[in-house]
Each structure stands twice: as structure tokens, then as C-alpha cells.
């Protein structure tokens, strides 16, 4: 017995914290020095050469650093952002950040709303973000959220948008036991460039006049210009509204909504027969033909015993072929509110967890964190059209106007 003691007293501890702490030192040392390694050679890759390099093929050269943190999984790490003289040293791994730093306050946002309980978020954001928020510190981390939507939200808008999509949605809200609507309003605009940018959105207690015109105002304020088409469905008030702000702007019904108001007439037994002749307007090869089609589709939904829909037809079918003027390969694109419906119904799958909101406020946070999320990913990074084509046709179109002038 006293042997076996002398023998257990020669056994190494191993003090087990110790070495978690140490090997997590040691993984967040190396992740902070593989990412400040890799920055290093995006600015170098944007300089065309390397640090203290000379060469003539250099387009620029280094300025100092800045330093930035980092949350990881592997604890928080210190990034030194190269600056450079000429050019703003933009890095995909800081775009990655902001992409994952959106998407965990949308969280937060969503689960406080969604009346999840403290220590459950708590354990959340551990999961999501690597550190443990505090109980004590959830409402202000939600007042920052806030604030950091708030400045995103009212950004300038810079360059021009020939073309925006405007949609809103109806969520509920509950107030003193009762139920009432609140509307989220929503712009979408490809830039002079031909990429998708979230323009705005707002709370708007209707989707009338006065919440639209709001909304409009919202945006020329900011700096919205350059509008060739609108795009939207025959809102109550809002085409007054677009002549009121936008006078020399088109306006596109989309064609999609204006389908289903012509269903709203039709029998069931005829719906196909009736959508095909729909479509067939605007299969048209140009706007005159598109006209012509759609007196003839008019005529035969007479002949059909179907005049409510033929008097809609002959009302409102040009509001639909606006398109027509516009490059022909942007058309499908254009005649159509498909772009914002897609983003509509992303947000109404992540309000419907919440019910009804407390307020309109929150509402309107909940959908402008989302909706910040997306303008992250890649929808905002694929060109969505050749926007060349429409300077080119305006370019032609001028040089016929100036030729007629001279004539």
C-alpha cells in the first residue's frame, strides 16, 4: 500500500483548464495571423506588387494600417485593415463580417420579438457569435441594433436607378388587446451599373396616397434620381403619388398583378383559355402590335359572355406595356413586380414567427434587417441587366431628335 502511494505521488496532473485555455490561445494566435496574412495579399494583389516593391507595374502603394476586431469562434481577433493611397481597400473578408455581423442582430431582433426567453438568447448568441450576451445587456444590444438599421435605413443614395420596383406588406400588430394592420413599405432600384440595391423602406399605416407619397419623398430626399420606370401593381394612390414626385418617369403596371384582377371576373372553367390569351398581348413583338392584339383578345372575351373582363382589358391594358419602350432584353424583367414579390414573401417566412408585433416600429425593423441581411449576399453582387443597352438606345434616340431638329 505505502508503495503504491509513493508510485501515485510520481503521476503527472495534468491541469485540464490549463490546456483548454492554452490550445485556444494557440488557435486564435493562428486564425488572427492567417487572416492578417491574407489581407496582406489582397493589398498586394490591388497594389500589383508586393510591400516595398518597385516595379512599374505598381498601381499604388500602402498608407499605414488600421486596426479592427473580429468575433470568431476561436475568440475575438485583432485585423490590420492595409490602407492604401489611391484606392479604398475593400476586403471580401470584412464584407463576410458584415454579412454575418447583419444576420446575427437580425437575430436578436427576432428573437426578443418573438418573446424567446433571456436565457435562451443568451445561449443563442453564444452559439451564433462565440461570446455569451449577458441578460443585462440585451436591451442595449437591441438599441444598437436599432440604431445601426436607423443609419442604414436613411443612407444617401447615390448614382442613378433607371429602373425601381416598389411593393408593400401587411403585417399585424397588437395594441391594448386589439389587432390592427401595419403596412411595411419597400423600394428595390437597379443602379446606372445594372445591380439591385435595397433602396428604402418605411412604415406606412395604408398603402394610400399619403403612406406612398411619404415614401416617395423619403427617397428624393435621400437622393433617388434618374428613374426611367417604375414598377409596381396599381396601389390606391400610388400612381398620383409617382406623378407627384417623378412626373417624367414611366410607370409599368406589373402584368403578373393585373392577370389576377382579371381572374376576379372570370369563371374557373375559363381561367386558362383566358390567361392564354393574356399572355399572348404580351408576347407581342413591339407596343403597336401588342395594342392591336389586345382589341382583338378584348372583342372575343365579348363574344365570350365576358364583358367585365374585356372592359378591364380595354381600361388598363396599356398601364401594362410600358416595357415596350424600354432595351428588348430588358422587358421580362420589367414588365413584371416578380424581383420584390420573391423578397416579400423571404420577409413574411421570418415575420411569421413573431404573430403580431408590438408596434409598428418593430414591424419595420424586423423588415429592414432582413432585408439589410440580403443586400449582403449575392443578390446584391450579380448584375441583374446590361443597363449599356438602355444608354445606347437613349444615345440613338437623341441622335434621331437632334437630326430632326437640324432638318
Known amino acids: 500500500m505505502e ?19 492554452h490550445l485556444g490561445e494557440m488557435v486564435r494566435s493562428t486564425v488572427e495571423q492567417t487572416l ?42 485583432s485585423l490590420k485593415i492595409p490602407k492604401l493611397r489611391r484606392q479604398t481597400f475593400e476586403t471580401a473578408i470584412i464584407e463576410r463580417y458584415r454579412r454575418r455581423e447583419a444576420s446575427i442582430e437580425e437575430a436578436l ?17 453564444e452559439a451564433l457569435w462565440g461570446t455569451k450576451v449577458s441578460p443585462g445587456t440585451i436591451s442595449n444590444l437591441n438599441k ?26 401587411v403585417l399585424k400588430r397588437s395594441w391594448a388587446g386589439e389587432i390592427s394592420n401595419v403596412s411595411v413599405l419597400v423600394a428595390i432600384g437597379v443602379n446606372d451599373q445594372g445591380f ?59 402584368i403578373v398583378h393585373f392577370y389576377r384582377n382579371v381572374f376576379g371576373v372570370v369563371p374557373n372553367k375559363k381561367m386558362a383559355e383566358v390567361a392564354d390569351m393574356l399572355k399572348a398581348i404580351h408576347a407581342s413583338g413591339d407596343l403597336k402590335a401588342a395594342l392591336e392584339k389586345s382589341r382583338a383578345v378584348s372583342k372575343k372575351l365579348k ?20 416595357y415596350y419602350h424600354f432595351p428588348r432584353t430588358h422587358r421580362k424583367r420589367i414588365r413584371t413586380n416578380n424581383v420584390l414579390e420573391r423578397i416579400m414573401k423571404e420577409i413574411r417566412r421570418r415575420t411569421r414567427v413573431v404573430g403580431a408585433f ?20 449575392r443578390w446584391g453582387q450579380l448584375r441583374y441587366l446590361n443597363i449599356d443597352l438602355l444608354k445606347e438606345q437613349e444615345a440613338e434616340k437623341q441622335l434621331k431628335e437632334e437630326s430632326a431638329g437640324y432638318n
Not at 309 to 321: N, P
Request: hydrophobic share 35%; proline share 2%.
Open 196 to 254: 439591385r440595391e435595397i433602396l428604402g423602406v418605411i412604415e406606412g399605416e395604408k398603402e394610400d396616397k399619403s403612406g406612398w407619397s411619404n415614401f416617395l419623398q423619403h427617397l428624393k430626399k435621400r437622393g433617388l434620381k434618374g428613374v426611367r420606370l417604375f414598377i409596381t401593381d396599381a396601389c390606391m394612390g400610388l400612381i398620383e403619388s409617382l406623378a407627384e414626385y417623378y412626373p417624367k418617369s414611366k410607370w409599368q403596371r406589373c
Open 3 to 21: 508503495q503504491s502511494t509513493r508510485n501515485l505521488g510520481k503521476v503527472i496532473k495534468i491541469n485540464e483548464s490549463a490546456v483548454k485555455d
Open 36 to 77: 492578417n496574412q491574407m489581407l496582406d495579399e489582397e493589398a498586394n494583389r490591388m497594389c500589383n506588387a508586393e510591400k516595398y516593391q518597385r516595379t512599374d507595374a505598381r498601381q499604388d502603394t500602402r498608407a499605414g494600417k488600421y486596426q479592427r476586431t473580429l468575433h470568431t469562434k476561436a475568440g475575438k481577433v
Open 358 to 377: 408590438p408596434d409598428g416600429n418593430s414591424a419595420l425593423m424586423l423588415c429592414a434587417a432582413r432585408l439589410r441581411h440580403i443586400a449582403g449576399t
Open 109 to 125: 431582433i427576432e428573437m426578443y420579438l418573438a418573446g424567446v426567453s433571456v436565457r435562451r438568447v443568451e445561449d443563442i448568441t
Open 303 to 322: 363574344e365570350m359572355k365576358l364583358p367585365k373582363a374585356a372592359e378591364k382589358i380595354d381600361e388598363s391594358i396599356v398601364e401594362t406595356l410600358s
Open 144 to 169: 444598437k441594433v436599432y440604431k445601426n438599421i436607423e443609419v442604414w435605413r436613411n443612407r444617401p443614395i447615390t448614382g442613378e436607378f433607371p429602373y425601381v420596383y416598389l411593393d408593400g406588406i
